[in-house]
Nanobody, 120 residues
Framework: QVQLVESGGGLVQAGGSLRVSCAAS???????MGWFRQAPGKEREFIAA????????SYADSVKGRFTISRDNAKNTVYLQMNSLKPEDTAVYYC??????????????WGQGTQVTVSS
């Protein structure tokens, strides 16, 4: 069992920045950690992931060039730096982790979510 605790959400004006963090309780290495978001009335969508020991990153097209995912493998913590935020980035942001394979499939562990609100 892996517990994920997110922090760092909040309210920001359009064009501003926020950083959200997610710390995992697992001490052993985690293969993949990532971020998803869910806006009201919409399905949860993939935002970014960091996989493997080399930290290969991937991003949704909607956030490329604005968001940056990073990891501290020693702490099993993943961060999402969000710049040039837009009102359409408003959502609950969820951290996901999978000790053995890519996130976004079955058997992921999930955090409780943190609200990010971008005002226009």
């Amino acid at each position: 069992q892996v517990q994920l605790v997110e922090s760092g959400g909040g309210l920001v004006q359009a064009g501003g920045s926020l950083r959200v963090s997610c710390a995992a309780s697992r001490r052993a290495p985690i293969y993949a950690m990532g971020w998803f978001r869910q806006a009201p009335g919409k399905e949860r969508e993939f935002i970014a992931a960091s996989t493997g020991t080399g930290g290969t990153t991937s991003y949704a097209d909607s956030v490329k060039g604005r968001f940056t995912i990073s990891r501290d493998n020693a702490k099993n913590t993943v961060y999402l730096q969000m710049n040039s935020l837009k009102p359409e980035d408003t959502a609950v942001y969820y951290c996901a982790a999978n000790p053995w394979r890519d996130v976004g499939g079955e058997n992921d562990y999930w955090g409780q979510g943190t609200q990010v609100t971008v005002s226009s």
